[in-house]
C-alpha cells in the first residue's frame, strides 16, 4: 500500500483507539510506519535525504524499543504493507502529522499512567516521536530549498 494512504489509516486508527494499551499498540505501529518510510526514503529517496531518513529510522525504531511491542498478526503490521513511496513530500507531510499525534496521545497517556513503568516508556516514546518530527521537518526543507533550486538550474 502507498505511504500516504498507510499513514492515514494510522492516523485514523490512533484517533479511535481506545486509550491505554490500545493506544500504545496504534503508538507502536505509527513509530514502526516512520521506521520503514525513513528506511524506503534511505534507499531509494532522494539523495539529500538520505541522511536524515536514516536518522528518522534509527529514531523511530528507538520509538518502537522503549514501547512493549503489540501482539499482531503479521497482516496487521501496517508498516509491513508499506509497497510505495509515491510522493516524498506528502508522505513526510502527513507523517510529521501523525508523529505530533503520537506525542499527544503519549502525553495523555503519561499523565494518567497508574504506574512508573508506563509514564516512563511514555516519556522516551514521545522523546523518540519529537526527534523524529524534527528530522522530517529537516527533510521537508531540504526538498523546498531542492525544488528552489531546480528551477534556477534549468534557467542558467
Known sequence: MEAVRLILASRRALAGSGGGPETLAEVWQA??????IGSRLAVSGPPELRGEALGLTELAGRGCGVLDAPDLDPGDLRAAQLTGLEDARQALLCLGGLLGEVGIALVGIASSAAD???YWQCMEAIDAAD??????RE??????????ALPEREAG
Open 31 to 36: 513509530q514502526a510506519l516512520a521506521q520503514a
Open 116 to 118: 512508573e513503568s508506563t
Open 131 to 136: 526527534e523524529s518530527r524534527d528530522r522530517v
Open 139 to 148: 527533510m521537508l526543507r531540504k526538498l523546498a530549498a531542492r525544488e528552489e
